[in-house]
């Protein structure tokens, strides 16, 4: 179902309800789509997402993929790209989820990175069928996990420890200094 | 050996102070090499600044 800005507006409620009744409902404006209606995840997903540590080691993801492989739990999921990543079903009924074999569908979850920032697995909590509309969740996010590199940061370290060593800018003893770090501790 | 050090306060300020034990320190551990990949926590970061307030750098 297409309708334009005014008719969104003006109709919200009705078209929510249409929605959730399965409907896709395509926001237009000089005849061009521009937004689309898409019925929430579960209410788990987004108490999921205020976890802010959670997010940070493993995002909350809704992804769109073909399903490969299923066996048990464990899955393999092909992304837009042609990318093939590793998952888990961690939540929901694997015979539910193995008769998506081969097609097309949405997974909701996390995405497990690695800490050099590749993708380890995917734990799936949630799933449907994907519709052509889901292409817009075709690609995977990036991680949040931000790569260490020491030999990196040491190369660029203006701070550089060697400058500061035997230079200790006060003329402090030793005890006082003892002193001091006994304070802090 | 480890390649890689979280130095705390206390062997910050031994290495700074650039005394005897700041220097076994530094050649016990061969500190010279991985110097600028050596890491401080953020405590270590305010106990410094704490200690430089105390000892009224700033006002020199």
């Known amino acids: 179902m ?10 919200l409620p009705a078209l929510l309800e249409q929605m959730n009744a399965g409907e896709q409902i395509v926001i237009t404006r000089h005849e061009r789509p521009i937004a689309m209606l898409i019925a929430s995840p579960s209410s788990e997903f987004w108490d999921a997402t205020s976890h802010t540590e959670e997010l940070q080691s493993s995002p909350r993801i809704c992804v769109m993929g073909t399903l490969l492989k299923v066996k048990d739990q464990a899955f393999s999921f092909k992304l837009k790209d042609g990318s ?10 694997p ?8 097609q097309g569908v949405v997974l909701y979850g996390k ?3 690695l800490p050099t920032g590749r993708i380890l697995r995917l734990e799936a909590d949630d799933f449907r069928t994907a519709t052509p509309n889901d292409e817009f969740f075709g690609r995977l996010p990036k991680s ?4 260490t590199n020491l030999e990196e940061i040491g ?3 203006l701070l550089r420890l060697e400058n500061v060593i035997g230079k200790w800018p006060g003329d402090e003893t030793d005890e006082q200094v003892a002193e001091a770090l006994r304070r802090l501790s | 050996m480890p390649n890689n050090f979280l130095l705390d306060t206390n062997i910050l300020v031994a290495l700074v102070r650039g005394k005897l034990f700041g220097k076994a320190i530094q050649k016990h551990f061969n500190l010279q090499p991985v110097l600028s990949r050596c890491l401080i926590s953020v405590v270590t970061v305010g106990e410094m600044e704490k200690s430089a307030r105390d000892f009224a750098w700033n006002t020199a």
């Open chain 1, 84 to 93: 093939e990543v590793e998952g888990l079903l961690v939540q929901g009924d």
């Open chain 1, 2 to 11: 297409t309708v334009t800005v005014e008719e969104a507006q003006n109709y």
């Open chain 1, 95 to 102: 015979s539910e989820f193995a008769k998506l074999f081969g």
């Open chain 1, 144 to 147: 949040t996990v931000v790569p």
């Open chain 1, 155 to 157: 190369r660029h370290n």
């Open chain 1, 111 to 113: 995405a497990v990175f």
